[in-house]
T-cell receptor, first 117, second 113 residues
Framework: GAVVSQHPSWVICKSGTSVKIECRSL??????MFWYRQFPKQSLMLMATSNEGSKATYEQGVEKDKFLINHASLTLSTLTVTSAHPEDSSFYIC?????????????FGNGTRLTVT | ELKVEQNPLFLSMQEGKNYTIYCNYSTTSDRLYWYRQDPGKSLESLFV?????AVKQEGRLMASLDTKARLSTLHITAAVHDLSATYFCAVDETNNAGNMLTFGGGTRLMVKP
């Protein structure tokens, strides 16, 4: 079964509104989770690293004030797209692992398709 | 900055044929992943390659890793239509510090009957 759950799986919102996406590790704790974005017919690009109990680390070119990340517990990270615009329409995928060693499995959520109208 | 390049980006092949997808990366890493993605879906893990010379096989797919050449291959044997999907390689640039991946551009595979 799925060990990383994302919710919602799809969302349509109007331009200017905010959308929150949740990423939960179901049967393990994750001090670190990762958020990726995938535009149509493109690859996945890392947006940010979500750190439990501290600030997220954003990749170059990703606006931290627009993409708010909260990792308040060891099993939940949220990504909020604030004041969404049509160019934010994308497939957002999170990943998490119970550890950082080479044998720790890496799990991806099922993704959230965001459409901003 | 780690760069991961896949080729080809698009591959159309007949059922029953063999082909290889290549994944080159620019910096030292001991962890390389291969994923499959179907349209509208998330990633399905295929292989994790952890050491130089690693070879893993599952069904008609076989992956290998040459860390000295910074090259991984995904070989398809006797392709069938069900293998049609987009395949990504990804490299863990932080090695033991994280599971933060840099993805290749993807190879869109279409297997024709």
């Amino acid at each position: 079964g799925a060990v990383v759950s994302q919710h919602p799986s799809w969302v349509i919102c109007k331009s200017g509104t905010s959308v929150k996406i949740e990423c939960r590790s179901l049967d393990f704790q994750a001090t670190t989770m990762f958020w990726y974005r995938q535009f149509p017919k493109q690859s996945l690009m890392l947006m940010a690293t979500s750190n439990e109990g501290s600030k997220a680390t954003y990749e170059q070119g990703v606006e931290k004030d627009k993409f708010l990340i909260n990792h308040a517990s060891l099993t939940l990270s949220t990504l909020t797209v604030t004041s969404a615009h049509p160019e934010d329409s994308s497939f957002y995928i999170c990943s998490a692992s119970p550890g950082t060693g080479p044998n720790s499995p890496l799990h991806f959520g099922n993704g959230t398709r965001l459409t901003v109208t | 900055e780690l760069k991961v390049e896949q080729n080809p980006l698009f591959l159309s092949m007949q059922e029953g044929k063999n082909y290889t997808i290549y994944c080159n990366y620019s910096t030292t890493s001991d962890r390389l992943y291969w994923y499959r993605q179907d349209p509208g879906k998330s990633l399905e893990s295929l292989f994790v390659l952890l050491s130089n010379g690693a070879v893993k096989q599952e069904g008609r797919l076989m992956a290998s890793l040459d860390t000295k050449a910074r090259l991984s291959t995904l070989h398809i044997t006797a392709a069938v239509h069900d293998l049609s999907a987009t395949y990504f390689c990804a490299v863990d640039e932080t090695n033991n510090a994280g599971n933060m991946l840099t993805f290749g551009g993807g190879t869109r595979l279409m297997v024709k009957p």
